[in-house]
């Protein structure tokens, strides 16, 4: 499996615009997450789906983000419009039901 | 709401020392404990994990001390090796096998383990 696959791999976009993050679950997985890392914050849960389904969208932190999962093998994160706070690594990660995540190489988005 | 915090912050060691890392949470009702490693420009990839039924689980040199009445959980690595420099993550589950399953992390470490 190639595991969980996420692009772009880096995006610099300036304030205002629209950014799109894709993830590619690892086949199998019931459940998907959207994490975001920086260095104040850590690691921080943004949303999850579990089959296809969000379960918990209280980590979005803003109304300018948004998430869908429109089938078992993709998900987009979309921030609309950008901040040049919205500067992080997003981490997409993908789980069997009761197992360990297994995350992608990460999304750097660069705000300016 | 921190649920799960981690210590310390940042970490050296000499190689072929112990590294120890040490998490703490709150909620009794978590019932699963990983340990992530993530090297820079790398995702966190699951290192062990344990549940709360059992006290320590080992796999090679890494090893999860876990003290349910403490609620706290600690990574121990023996014979550390400068490859072993990264940054590590407690975490902690509710409902490891419902549909609301989720992680909650600790903040990190950051082990630097010199020649």
């Known amino acids: 499996d190639a595991g969980v696959i996420q692009s772009p791999r880096h995006e610099v976009t300036e304030m205002g615009q629209e950014v799109t993050l894709r993830c590619k679950p690892i086949?199998?997985?019931?459940?998907l997450f959207w994490y975001r890392q920086t260095m104040m914050r850590g690691l921080e849960l943004l949303i999850y789906?579990?089959?296809?389904?969000?379960?918990?969208d209280s980590g979005m932190p803003e109304d300018r983000f948004s998430a869908k999962m429109p089938n078992a093998s993709f998900s987009t994160l979309k921030i609309q419009p950008s901040e040049p706070r919205d500067s992080a690594v997003y981490f997409c990660a993908s789980s069997p039901r009761a197992g360990g995540y297994t995350f992608g190489s990460g999304t750097r988005l660069t705000v300016v | 709401q921190q649920q799960v915090k981690q210590s310390p912050q940042s970490l050296i060691v000499q190689k072929g020392g112990i590294s120890i890392i040490n998490c703490a949470y709150e909620?009794?009702?978590?019932?699963?404990f990983p340990w992530y490693q993530q090297f820079p420009g790398k995702g966190p990839a699951l290192l062990i994990a344990i549940r709360p039924d059992v006290s320590e689980k080992k796999e090679g040199r890494f090893t999860i001390s876990f003290n349910k009445s403490a609620k706290q959980f600690s990574l121990h690595i023996m014979d550390s090796q400068p490859g072993d420099s990264a940054t590590y993550f407690c975490a902690a589950s509710l409902n490891s096998g419902g549909s609301n399953y989720k992680l909650t992390f600790g903040k990190g470490t950051l082990l630097t383990v010199n020649p």
């Open positions: 086949s199998g997985h019931d459940y």
């Open positions: 909620n009794t009702a978590f019932d699963y």
């Open positions: 789906f579990n089959n296809n389904v969000p379960i918990d």
